[in-house]
């Protein structure tokens, strides 16, 4: 069974830059890929990213490209997610998801319990 | 970029059969996935590729997918099932591909 224990929320301000890491546990993070997904308040889910293990390469949603950089330490099963130059709309609850990619298409079956992220002046 | 419609909102008494869809171009040609979303908890799987359900997940809840609609199918509905649900599927029709929600559709049991 996968766990995912993501860090706690932050505040920051506009032009700043979060960085939100993810803990796994129950798997190796070799062993998974890791995606991203965050859900503005009273809004939709959105995907930012992830690893495509076909690829062998982390892939960003256009939207966020340039802006957010998804990084992993394999000695610590630990990924992280580093969004730049934020602005109020980035205010978010972020959520680490492991994919599974199969049969062209990807799906995420394992969520961390999300971050808060508030971005104010 | 590809685009999924839900109806923001259905809404069935319990015991009823309630149907949430998932409308796009030639939907039927992709992989379709559900998500469940109670209140302040994060997104759980409930169908994928379609039609399967994860382990854990009662066999109220199925799903199809032909055509320009996919639907979700929860048979039964306790009060439990009030969420928000989200198809997903991948759009490879960009350089990467991307990952792709519909907006969601709250479900209220009456």
């Known amino acids: 069974q996968v766990q995912l224990v993501q860090s706690g929320a932050e505040v920051k301000k506009p032009g700043a830059s979060v960085k939100v890491s993810c803990k796994v546990s129950g798997y190796t993070l070799t062993e998974l890929s890791m995606h991203w997904v965050r859900q503005a308040p009273g809004k939709g889910l959105e995907w930012m990213g992830g690893f495509d293990p076909e690829d062998g390469e982390t892939i960003y949603a256009q939207k966020f490209q340039g802006r957010v950089t998804m990084t992993e330490d394999t000695s610590t099963d630990t990924a992280y997610m580093e969004l730049s130059s934020l602005r109020s709309e980035d205010t978010a609850v972020y959520y680490c998801?492991?994919?599974?990619?199969?049969?062209?298409?990807?799906?995420?079956?394992?969520w961390g319990q999300g971050t808060l992220v508030t971005v104010s002046s | 970029s590809y685009v999924l419609t839900q109806p923001p909102s259905v809404s069935v008494a319990p015991g009823k059969t309630a149907r949430i869809t998932c409308g796009g171009n030639?939907?039927?040609?992709?992989?379709v996935h559900w998500y469940q979303q109670k209140p302040g908890q994060a997104p759980v799987l409930v169908i994928y590729?379609?039609?399967d359900r994860p382990s854990g997940i009662p066999e109220r809840f199925s799903g199809s997918n032909s055509g320009n609609t996919a639907t979700l199918t929860i048979s039964r509905v306790e009060a439990g099932d009030e969420a928000d649900y989200y198809c997903?599927?991948?759009?490879?029709?960009?350089?990467?591909?991307?990952?792709?929600f519909g907006g969601g559709t709250k479900l209220t049991v009456l």
């Open positions: 997903q599927v991948w759009d490879s029709s960009s350089d990467h591909g991307e990952v792709v």
């Open positions: 030639n939907i039927g040609s992709k992989s």
């Open positions: 998801a492991t994919g599974v990619r199969s049969y062209s298409t990807h799906y995420f079956d394992y």
């Open positions: 590729y379609d039609s």
